[in-house]
Nanobody, 122 residues
Framework: MDLMESGGGLVQPGGSLTLSCAASGFTLGSVGWFRQDPGKDPEAVTCIRGTDGHTYTVDSVKGRFTISRDNAKSRNTVFLQLNSLKPEDTARYYC????????????????WGRGTQVTVSS
């Protein structure tokens, strides 16, 4: 089983990035994206439910960040589109297999990827 993020990097304020979360060895169900600053707990950002595609996004990034999943039969990759990036979005971004994706940030992650660094700076 493996969960791997990619797509991070250095971007100027106002720029965009697309992060990917690819699973191998198991089928992705519900997935959440989190971000973490050094020395702090991970912050839930957004999630997508495996059964019906329902999504939830925290208010601080709503309208700028969009989660989606591929439409291939495997549906084993989830994306996070980051737009209008701000310096405060700088963090390490992780995807995780989660137990729930309702209308709240309590995602109950149970399997994590290794993360990808996003740095927003001019």
């Amino acid at each position: 089983m493996d969960l791997m993020e990619s797509g991070g990097g250095l971007v100027q304020p106002g720029g965009s990035l697309t992060l990917s979360c690819a699973a191998s060895g198991f089928t992705l169900g519900s997935v959440g994206w989190f971000r973490q600053d050094p020395g702090k707990d991970p912050e839930a950002v957004t999630c997508i439910r495996g059964t019906d595609g329902h999504t939830y996004t925290v208010d601080s990034v709503k309208g700028r960040f969009t989660i989606s999943r591929d439409n291939a039969k495997s549906r084993n990759t989830v994306f996070l589109q980051l737009n209008s990036l701000k310096p405060e979005d700088t963090a390490r971004y992780y995807c995780a297999a989660i137990l729930r994706c309702d209308d709240g940030s309590d995602f109950h992650p149970h399997y994590w990827g290794r993360g990808t660094q996003v740095t927003v700076s001019s």
